[in-house]
Nanobody, 116 residues
Framework: QVQLVESGGGLVQPGGSLRLSCSAS????????MRWYRQAPGKERELVVG????????NYADFVKGRFTISRDNAKNTVYLQMNSLKPEDTAVYYC?????????WGKGTLVNVSS
């Protein structure tokens, strides 16, 4: 079955950086787009960025353009999210997601806390 496991979250000061990873299994990874979402306390889940199967196309939310970078390593079945210039408003649980075999599949998320 599809499994998505996020890692790399933690506590970071404003202006700092983190790199999130999402390790995938159970589907032909390189053929499928991947997305990062986030959900802040008391807010709805929102799309952060997506990347096509071979990494040729990306689509960023305006609020992360120029600060976050998505990438993928299809040999490792892993997608990454490099987050720079972090702000307190970036505090959220970050989830990776893919659409495969007729449904969305989600990881359990990793918490990013941007605070001084």
């Amino acid at each position: 079955q599809v499994q998505l496991v996020e890692s790399g979250g933690g506590l970071v000061q404003p202006g700092g950086s983190l790199r999130l990873s999402c390790s995938a299994s159970g589907f032909p990874f390189s053929r499928y787009s991947m997305r990062w979402y986030r959900q802040a306390p008391g807010k709805e889940r929102e799309l952060v960025v997506g990347i096509s199967g071979f990494g040729t196309t990306t689509n960023y939310a305006d609020f992360v353009k120029g600060r976050f970078t998505i990438s993928r390593d299809n040999a490792k079945n892993t997608v990454y999210l490099q987050m720079n210039s972090l702000k307190p408003e970036d505090t959220a649980v970050y989830y990776c997601m893919t659409y495969y075999n007729g449904r969305n599949h989600w990881g359990k998320g990793t918490l990013v806390n941007v605070s001084s």
